[in-house]
C-alpha cells in the first residue's frame, strides 16, 4: 500500500518534499522537510506549508478508507495552529474519523521535529470518479486480491 500511496505524490507533494513513511486504511504518518522558503516574516513555518502537509496527508489516507480505494478532493478544512512552528521538518499523523460513502472526514495533527504538537486539522474529503481510466486506483485496488 505504502508504494502505491507514494506514487499519488506527483507534482506539488514532489516538489514540496513530502515523503510518506506508513500508511494503513486508518492511519498516515508523513513527513516534510521545513526549507527556508516555507517560512513566513517571523522566521516560522508558513501556515501554507503547514496546511500542505495536513491536506496531502488527509488526501491520500481518505483515499484509501474506502474499499476499493477512490480518489478524493478536498470539501473543507477546519485548521488551528497550537504553537509556532520551527526546526528542520515537520510530521503529519493523519487518521480517519469516519468514512461513508460519498466523503471522508480525516484528521491531520502537524508535529515539530521535537515532537512537540504545532497545527492540528479537521478535512472533509468528498470521493471522486475520473473520466477514463485511472491507473493508480486500479492498482490500489487490486491490493485485497
Known sequence: MLSIAREMLVGFGEY??????SITDTKLTA???LREEFLNLHG????GAVNTLMDTSAGIL?????????????????MHFVRPLSGSSMR????????GKTCCLARS????????LCATGSFELVYITLPG?????????????
Open 92 to 99: 503529519a499523523e493523519a487518521q480517519v474519523i469516519k468514512h
Open 133 to 145: 481510466e485511472d491507473p493508480i486506483i486500479e492498482k490500489a485496488s487490486h491490493l485485497e486480491d
Open 62 to 78: 481518505s483515499m484509501f478508507a474506502n474499499h476499493p480505494p477512490r480518489r478524493v478532493v478536498t470539501r473543507s478544512a477546519d
Open 44 to 47: 516560522f513555518a508558513h501556515g
Open 109 to 116: 495533527d502537524i508535529y515539530d521535529d521535537q515532537d512537540r
Open 16 to 21: 514540496v518534499g513530502i515523503e510518506l513513511r
Open 31 to 33: 513527513t516534510m522537510p
